[in-house]
């Protein structure tokens, strides 16, 4: 996908630049030597005499055919003389091209045709640590993520990681290709007040919920009394993070150690994660004990949770006698991620 979307850019410039002119010329210059070198000269062809035009406008020079006839030699250093300074020309403009794309690039001043890629709202150090972790699974190691911030330059060396410079709008969602975009990750401006920030979180949603309602919006709230506005406001998952940083705070200091495991569950780096798998085929029906004793026997995983649909209620820790159905989905911790 990247590779097509780097040919049309190229391409694209290409237009702009007038290169079809250009390699126009080239093709005219080829052509009109490639004719009248194998008129003028005896014992050369027409193949033979494209060949040599090729091998001069290059100036690679091989010495293989060389004209002989006082016609061939005039139309030679013609050749040289034009042939040379046109081909140099295109190589500056390919070269110009190339260049400033990357600067455009690194300045946010791009657009971009992704699709099933996640959206990145707002730069701060949670952004870097969520980029960091995404690129530590494997299922979004690779994945395009395009970057939305009002910040001068493309903030990390990421090769799957596409900025947009400006705050969140019709324009920046526009040009990061929001309508076929997967995931969406909203996160608060450090730089505005609470009460400001979380207003401007849920004006962000409503502009990425009123252009692609299935993208699956995850938004970040500081003061828990906003949630319910974010939540009309369509966000599929609303994450209070001064709560939940308290809350680990809370825990730590009942039950000292605890942080550690939940570190440790929510971090691709290493150690146990969280997964989420669709229900084995031949354990629908099943009770949930069965199943936990199944997953724990074959794939060494401790189910935690089980969710209707991918994206429905998620119910913790199951009562044993709970019946899987077809559409459900297990939450488990586990070293790897079971391969059902």
């Not at 004006?203 to 309602?213: F, M």
């Not at 609303?238 to 000292?256: D, W, Y």
Request: glycine share 4%; with cysteine; aromatic share 8%.
């Amino acid at each position: 996908m990247k590779l097509i979307f780097f040919f049309k850019q190229i391409l694209r410039n290409l237009q702009d630049e007038n290169i079809d002119r250009i390699l126009l010329m080239i093709g005219i210059i080829i052509a009109f030597s490639s004719i009248s070198l194998s008129l003028l000269e005896p014992d050369l062809s027409l193949f033979d005499a494209f060949w040599w035009s090729v091998v001069t406008l290059t100036t690679v020079g091989y010495g293989d055919i060389a004209p002989v006839t006082p016609g061939g030699r005039l139309i030679a250093i013609v050749e040289m003389i034009f042939g040379v300074g046109i081909l140099a020309t295109f190589s500056a403009t390919i070269a110009s091209i190339l260049v400033n794309q990357k600067i455009r690039q690194e300045l946010g001043m791009s657009s971009y045709k992704f699709e099933s890629h996640i959206i990145l709202c707002e730069w701060n150090l949670r952004s870097q640590v969520i980029l960091k972790e995404l690129r530590l699974e494997p299922q979004t190691k690779e994945k395009p993520i395009v970057l939305i911030a009002n910040i001068e330059r493309k903030p990390v060396e990421d090769e799957n990681l596409f900025f947009i410079q400006g705050h969140v709008s019709d324009e920046t969602l526009n040009r990061a290709n929001l309508i076929k975009a997967k995931t969406v990750i909203i996160l608060g401006d450090d730089s505005l007040d609470y009460t400001t920030r979380d207003a401007k979180v849920v004006l962000s949603t409503l502009t990425v919920e009123s252009i692609n309602p299935n993208a699956y919006t995850i938004v970040e709230m500081v003061d828990p009394a906003h949630v319910q506005t974010c939540k009309r406001a369509k966000a599929d998952q609303v994450i209070v993070s001064s709560e939940l940083s308290s809350m680990l705070v809370a825990q730590e200091a009942l039950n000292h150690g605890i942080t550690k495991v939940v570190a440790d569950l929510l971090s691709f780096q290493d150690g146990n994660q969280l997964y989420k798998i669709p229900i084995p085929k031949s354990k629908i029906g099943e009770g949930f004990i069965d199943v936990f004793i199944f997953m724990k026997q074959m794939y060494q995983s401790t189910v935690v949770a089980v969710q209707k649909g991918s994206e429905g209620e998620v119910i913790s820790n199951p009562p044993t006698d709970y019946e899987l159905e077809n559409n459900d989905y297990l939450i488990v911790i586990a070293s790897n991620k079971p391969r059902i």
